[in-house]
Structures are given as structure tokens and as C-alpha cells.
């Protein structure tokens, strides 16, 4: 096959891949791929498959690797850091820790797709250095599996693509009021739970997940919500309710069951997660009204000294917070005005006013933000035809791209600010769909959470549609 006219003048850039790069050099010459390729094992165990499917057989090798790896023996490179190095004879890469590694060799892979554009016999690569680390530590998405169950396979397949993306916190929302999808060996009933779509994960399930999300450098941070969204939990456990009669979502906080309960799902779920540093504890958009008419939840009021059931919430919120801490663990809440204990994490999600309210909230020294006026909320349409819930708006790829977290915090910002995390909500999502909501939104997020701020998106979408039409998939 001829080679295309002026080809020694196409080689595929470094900076071609995503998310943007932090640094980059461009030397004289390109790399030569061919049919065989001698590699580091580690590279051929992340790359291996890639290269098959483009007709080069990797050949690992300990000396005389052409695509080498080795820890970075410079300081500069931080946590998550690595530096490519593409000569004439070798592709070297140096990395700060493992995490740093795996986004490496991903990186690379996406470059290899650009190289292989024309085929094994004229896979090229620029010459030069790229070096790249994060701007967030925490680059987030929270998956609802509580209103739509998603099979172990799929949940699997996004904890891939994120690796892919450099995202590296999968917020799992569990239990809500239409379904309780994580095990519990003390309350097995909580199982029969699934009002939207039936399901839950066994023990080998989770043993799976965690380990796809080891491979692909993903901490877990499962969440089990209180004390509101329990509608479905209060009509197995009535007694847990302020009226056993009645039909409320909020349990009782006047009942000492209700925070022993609690614990003990927590206590369950770290056994189950035992790896996991954060566990999400909810908080949010409980109803006061039933604690306000509840004998025993104003009875708790007066016992503790509190002058109302808001502050009776928080107080059930603060206990439930130091029973994580005392076991090594950091919780983190919703956006709440309650201070809870100085290791929680605030997650903020409204509007452009409430980031600048948690920007100065006393709680902990980390926030994570998800929404400013709802730019990470990927439930969200992307299009006037999809379904919705009538307080949504469009939110395009540009909008999620666009979206600055650090805006509206003020000058407390830097070393509160731990980043961003993107939630997908699933009333209206089922699992056929979740692809076409995350995906192409993901990856504009994945860029914001990453690179340094100020991007082109016209420059970002150019380098995703290139990564497209070479053959490069998301999902």
C-alpha cells in the first residue's frame, strides 16, 4: 500500500489525546511502529489488546524494550503524574505512583489509535516529551443504581471508560426509595426493595467491581442515604417511622433504633468496601414536618437540648459522621448548613448561589462540587426530544465543558476545593440508555476535572472527533 503524499509530515501529535495535556515538547523525528513491538510487560498487559487489533504483535521484554516503563526518579512528578517520552528508537514513560502508570499507557493507547490511522505498515508518532498530572484530586461520577438497576457488567464497562478518562472516584448510590441494591446480612428483607426495576448485587458482584475498579486506579465511595429517600426501607420497617401508619420517606429520628440501624448498614458496607476511604452518608431533602408532629422525635429534642427537629437532624447526621470517623473513615454529606464533624466532605449540588454559600460553610476543609446551576448534572437532556422532569434545562457538551467548579467559591477556594464530581440520577434512565446520557458530556467533564483551566472547547472537540473517526470508543 502507498503511503499518502507529504506523509512524513502527518504524524499524530502528543497533545492529540484527553484529557489536554499540562506540558508538552515537540523534537525533531517520529517513532516507527511496525509489525512486531518489544515491551515492558506491564505495557503489553494494558496495551497488548490494542496493538493485536492493529496488526502489531507486542513482544515483552525485560532490556532493549522500544516501549519501556519505569518510576519516576523525579520529584516533579506528583501523585498521578507520569512523563511520555517519544524518541526515534524507544517510547519511555515515567510515572509518580501506580495511578500514575495506568493514565501513562492510557494515554498512549489513545495515541496509538491516532498512529494506526493508515495501518500497522505506516504507524507513525511525533517525536517529543509529555508530561501531565491532575488539577483536581477528586474527578468524580456518581452513579444512581438505586431507581434503575444496572447489571454488574455495565457497571463494570463505565468503571473502564472512567479509568480511561483519568476519573478516578465512582460515588455508587445504592439505596433510595425505590430500591436497597447493596447486601445486607442483617436485614435480608431490604433486597425484596426494586419499585422501578427489580435487582441487587451479591457479594461475588462487588468483589468484581472492586477489583475492575483497583485495575483502573477508582476508589468506591458507596452511599447509603438517611435519614431521608427511605420510603421503600420504612414499608418493611414501619417501626423505624415517627407514624407506622403513614407513608413519609424520613426516619424516625426520635426512635434510638433508627440511628442503630443506620450504623449497622454502615458497618456492613464497610466490610463489604473495606478499601473504600469516603462513605456517603446523603442528607438531603428530608422533610422535617413528620419529626416536628413526632412525640418521640420531640421527645429526643428536649432529652438532648435541641430547639428544633432541623437541629435534631443534624444531630442523627453528626452521630452517624463520628461513627465513620472512629472507624478510620472520612463521611461526606449533601449540601447541608449543618456542621458535622471536621473530617466530612460537603458535596455541594445547586445553584451558582449555594456554591458560593458552601465556599464559606465551616464544615471540614474539602468540598466536592456537582452542579453549578446543574453543569455536571448528566441526567440532564441534551436534547429538547429527551425525556425529562420539567425543572430541567438542556445541558450541551459545552455547558459541562464550560462549567468552571472554582467559580462563585471566593478566595477560600484553593484548599477547600477538592473537585468535581458528575451525577447521573436514573428515574428516567434506564440501563439501555446510560451511554447516550454519559457519553460524549463525560468526557468534556473528565477534561475540566484534569487539565489546567481555560481550555478551547473548539480545540477539545476537534481532538475528541479525531479520536473518534481513528476508531477510538468511550463506551
Known amino acids: 500500500m502507498a503511503r499518502p503524499a507529504h506523509y512524513e509530515t502527518i504524524a499524530p501529535a502528543l497533545t492529540g489525546g484527553i484529557p489536554r495535556c499540562v506540558e508538552s ?14 515491551m515492558s510487560p506491564g505495557a503489553v498487559a494494558v496495551l497488548g489488546e490494542t496493538l493485536r487489533k492493529f496488526g502489531t504483535e507486542p513482544v515483552p521484554c525485560q532490556e532493549g524494550a522500544q516501549v519501556s516503563l519505569a518510576p519516576g526518579a523525579s520529584p516533579a512528578l506528583p501523585p498521578e503524574g507520569f512523563r511520555l517520552e517519544v524518541t526515534p528508537r524507544e517510547i519511555h514513560l515515567e510515572y509518580g505512583d501506580e495511578s500514575g502508570r495506568f493514565y501513562g499507557l492510557t494515554a498512549l493507547e489513545q495515541l496509538l489509535y491516532l498512529a494506526y490511522r493508515f495501518g500497522a505498515d505506516q504507524a507513525l508518532l511525533e517525536c517529543g516529551t509529555l508530561v501531565d498530572c491532575p488539577r483536581l484530586p477528586w474527578r468524580g461520577v456518581m452513579l444512581d443504581s438505586a431507581r434503575h438497576f444496572q447489571s ?31 447486601p445486607c446480612k442483617g436485614a435480608p428483607e431490604l433486597a425484596q426493595l426494586g419499585t422501578l426495576q427489580e435487582g441487587g448485587y451479591t457479594l461475588q458482584d462487588i468483589q468484581e467491581i472492586r477489583q475492575v475498579a483497583r485495575e483502573n486506579a477508582i476508589a468506591i465511595v458507596p452511599e447509603i442515604d438517611f435519614p431521608g429517600h427511605n420510603l421503600g426501607l420504612l414499608r418493611l420497617h414501619r417501626e423505624l417511622r415517627c407514624d407506622p401508619q403513614g407513608e413519609s420517606g424520613e426516619i424516625c429520628l426520635g426512635n434510638p433504633d433508627s440511628l442503630a440501624f443506620a450504623k449497622a448498614r454502615f458497618q456492613e458496607a464497610m466490610e463489604l468496601f473495606p478499601e473504600s476511604q469516603y462513605f456517603h452518608i446523603g442528607g438531603d431533602e428530608a422533610w422535617d414536618g413528620n419529626w416536628r408532629a413526632c412525640p418521640k422525635c420531640q421527645a429526643m429534642c428536649r432529652k438532648l437540648g435541641l430547639p428544633s427537629a432541623r437541629k435534631l ?11 465513620l470517623v472512629d472507624q478510620g473513615k472520612t463521611p461526606i454529606s449533601w449540601r447541608t448548613e449543618a456542621i458535622l464533624t471536621p473530617r466530612n466532605v460537603l458535596q455541594c449540588w445547586g445553584n451558582a448561589n449555594d456554591m458560593g454559600a458552601c465556599a464559606w460553610h465551616d464544615q471540614g476543609e474539602n468540598q466536592v462540587i456537582s452542579s453549578i446551576d446543574n453543569a455536571y448534572y448528566l441526567d440532564y437532556p441534551q436534547a429538547s426530544e429527551e425525556p425529562r422532569f420539567c425543572w430541567m434545562v438542556n445541558l450541551s457538551e459545552e455547558g459541562v465543558y464550560s462549567a468552571n467548579p472554582a467559580a462563585h467559591m471566593g478566595e477560600k477556594l484553593g484548599k477547600r476545593l477538592l473537585g468535581l464530581e458528575c451525577p447521573l440520577w436514573t428515574e428516567l434512565v434506564p440501563e439501555w440508555r446510560l451511554g447516550a446520557k454519559l457519553f460524549p458530556r463525560l468526557v468534556a467533564a473528565a477534561e475540566s476535572a484534569w487539565s489546567p483551566w481555560g481550555g478551547s472547547f473548539g480545540d477539545y472537540r476537534s481532538r475528541r472527533c479525531a479520536l473518534e473517526l481513528a476508531g477510538y470508543a468511550w463506551w
Do not use: Y
Not at 153 to 165: I, P, Q, S
Not at 316 to 323: D, G, H, K, P, V
Open 25 to 38: 515538547t515537540r523534537q525533531e523525528g517520529e517513532f516507527r511502529f511496525g509489525k512486531r513491538l518489544a
Open 152 to 182: 454488574p457488567d455495565t457497571v463494570k464497562r463505565l468503571l473502564r471508560a472512567m479509568g480511561r478518562l483519568r476519573l478516578n472516584r465512582f460515588h455508587w448510590h445504592l439505596t433510595d426509595c425505590e430500591g436497597w441494591r447493596i
Open 313 to 323: 437532624e443534624e444531630w442523627f447526621m453528626r452521630e452517624l459522621s463520628q461513627f
